[in-house]
């Protein structure tokens, strides 16, 4: 099970903190991602972590605005936001996969999703 929360209400370049936390599984064992969909289009990558934290990769949209993290210890991974744009408005979604892709098709495990708002 993963539990993702931390969305909400903000105006535009205002700042959220999205969490992904895990029962059940061992978040270590996975390569770890952000997935949005806003309404009416198509689930996208957002930005992912290697196992270890080492590597992440971000859309070209978000990078420099957003960081993916990871705490294996409190077996969490986190989505922070900064500089959020009204394009940013989705439901924001954590996965689990094995490889280092950014295709969704390759995640095997998801959260139920948590909506982010950005107004003008």
């Known amino acids: 099970q993963l539990q993702a929360s931390g969305g909400g209400l903000v105006q535009a370049g205002g700042s959220l903190r999205l969490s992904c936390a895990a029962s059940g599984r061992t978040l270590s064992n996975y390569v770890m991602a952000w997935f949005r969909q806003a309404p009416g289009k198509e689930r996208e990558f957002v930005a992912h972590i290697s196992r270890t934290g080492a590597s992440t990769n971000y859309k070209d949209s978000v990078n420099g605005r957003f960081t993916i993290s990871r705490d294996n210890a409190k077996n969490t991974v986190y989505l922070q936001m900064n500089s959020l744009k009204p394009e940013d408005t989705a439901v924001y979604y954590c996965?689990?996969?094995?490889?280092?892709?950014?295709?969704?098709?390759?995640?095997?495990?998801w959260g139920q999703g948590t909506l982010v708002t950005v107004s003008s």
């Open positions: 996965a689990a996969g094995s490889l280092f892709v950014i295709w969704r098709s390759e995640y095997n495990y």
